[in-house]
């Protein structure tokens, strides 16, 4: 098997190509990408749920030609903070006894942020998160996410 990127990046980018030229119908990009629909609904399942597929090179490549994506699509170099905050938990609200050193500076830096910035720099805490495991401390994360 191939090297898998980021799914939760990678949903939360195929779900917007899925609403955009497909109407939102799963069965429905599986008929213009050229897959079988049970696997393209697998794509969107969440990572831990038993049958869910990765989204790898050969589902972005058949997208991105299907739906003439630009280039730097699957990169999130088009991606705006509504796709990445529509697939977002509630915001969280942080109680000062959870203000630890870690949190507080996430918090100063997040503020500092525009919109798109916050939203890129939540997925890549959770792309992190996901990945490496959470931080010592774990507070940052619960901040952001």
Same mark, same amino acid.
């Given at each position: 098997?191939?090297? $898998? ?9 195929? =779900? ?12 429905? &990009? ?22 869910? =597929? ?5 589902? $972005? ?7 003439? &994506? ?23 609200? &942080? ?22 910035? =916050? ?5 890549? $805490? ?20």
């Amino acid at each position: 098997m191939g090297f $898998m990127y980021s799914d939760t990046k990678l949903q939360a980018l195929l =779900k917007q190509v899925r609403k955009d030229h497909c109407h939102g119908n799963s069965t429905e &990009l599986a008929r213009l990408i050229g897959k079988d629909a049970s696997y393209v609904h697998r794509l969107f399942y969440p990572r831990d749920k038993k049958g869910a =597929k990765g989204i790898g090179l050969e589902i $972005m490549n058949a997208c991105t030609e299907a739906f003439k &994506l630009p280039p730097g699509y699957w990169d999130g170099a088009t991606i705006t903070p509504e796709h990445l905050i529509a697939e977002s938990r509630p915001p969280y609200k &942080l109680q000062p006894s959870e203000a630890d050193e870690w949190t507080a500076a996430a918090v100063a830096i997040m503020r500092e942020l525009d919109p798109i910035q =916050k939203a890129q720099m939540v997925a890549k $805490m959770r792309e992190y998160k996901q990945f490496l495991g959470p931080p010592r401390d774990g507070q940052a994360l619960q901040v952001a996410g």
